[in-house]
């Protein structure tokens, strides 16, 4: 997985350029009507209910800015937040604040929104053993944000990159010539390699476990892509305890406790970081 140093290189990367995307050569807006020695403080006021985050990566926007800037968190990230809340103040030149203001919400109001909709899964699979997944599907340029507001919520991390983890999905598989040709040359490639990193298989139908089962010393885990509910519970039947078991393949908070009913270690969605809605919040003048 990727190392706590990687990840803090991978978001101070993400600010610089997205600074560097949103200012360019200045922010004529207040350069032109804001007196440089101006100073004064604003807050960032909550007009929605769910779970904060991004509150320390606001703080890195607004001191890769300025680190004269006074950063005041008053709510910490995964907190429960409702309208009318007050998640943080800052403090300094107006000018530096209205460079950051946007930034700062962009990335505080994605990453609000996804940690609200993962811990609503995680809620759902609290009397479950099963833990909730993102996966790649994320906003090209910001999966570290991304993966980060999903722990945030509650959730579990996947892979971060291809670097990271083997997953044998089906054009793999059809690709190198069938599954247990495909769990054998990377076994192969991982010993030459000298790679020490988990297997996971992806399964489309019974038979296709029962297959992997053949190799399942070198699985980690076995991915039950778009399985009902009673092919799920065969499955992880068959498994046992030879491979962790994960679902997925479009499930929804709705459908997540049928299939953690049926005794998966993992459920896995895309839709945590593809398919959410910002949280509303705004940055107000004191």
């Known amino acids: 997985m990727i190392s706590q140093h990687q990840l803090d290189q991978e978001i101070q990367q993400i600010i610089i350029n997205a600074l560097k995307e949103d200012i360019g050569d200045g922010d004529h807006s207040s350069l032109a009507c804001i007196p440089f020695e101006a100073e004064g403080k604003a807050q960032l006021l909550v007009k929605d209910e769910g779970i904060i985050a991004g509150i320390d990566i606001a703080k890195k926007v607004f001191h890769q800015i300025d680190s004269s800037l006074v950063f005041e968190p008053l709510i910490n990230d995964g907190k429960v937040i409702k309208n009318g809340d007050i998640a943080f103040t800052i403090y300094g030149k107006h000018q530096s604040i209205l460079k950051g203001e946007r930034l700062a919400l962009n990335i505080m109001q994605r990453m609000s929104a996804i940690a609200t909709k993962t811990n609503q899964f995680v809620k759902l699979l609290k009397p479950y053993k099963t833990q909730i997944l993102d996966t790649r599907k994320t906003t090209p340029g910001i999966r570290a944000l991304e993966k980060l507001a999903v722990k945030i919520g509650g959730g579990t991390n996947h892979r971060y990159a291809l670097y ?96 953690a009913k049926c005794g998966v270690d993992y459920i896995s969605s895309g839709a945590l970081t593809h398919s959410i809605y910002n949280l509303d919040l705004s940055l107000k003048a004191v």
Do not use: W
């Open 164 to 259: 990271d983890m083997i997953m044998l999905k089906d054009n793999h598989i059809d690709f190198a010539g069938g599954i247990t040709k495909a769990i054998d040359k990377t076994v192969s490639y991982l010993q030459n390699n000298q790679l020490d990193l988990k297997i996971i298989v992806e399964a489309r139908d019974l038979i296709e476990v029962e297959e992997i089962l053949k190799s399942s010393q070198h699985v980690e885990r076995i991915l039950l892509d778009n399985f009902s509910y009673v092919d799920t519970q065969k499955a992880v039947s068959l498994i046992g305890n030879a491979c962790k078991t994960e679902s997925s393949g479009g499930i929804t908070p709705k459908t997540a406790v049928e299939f």
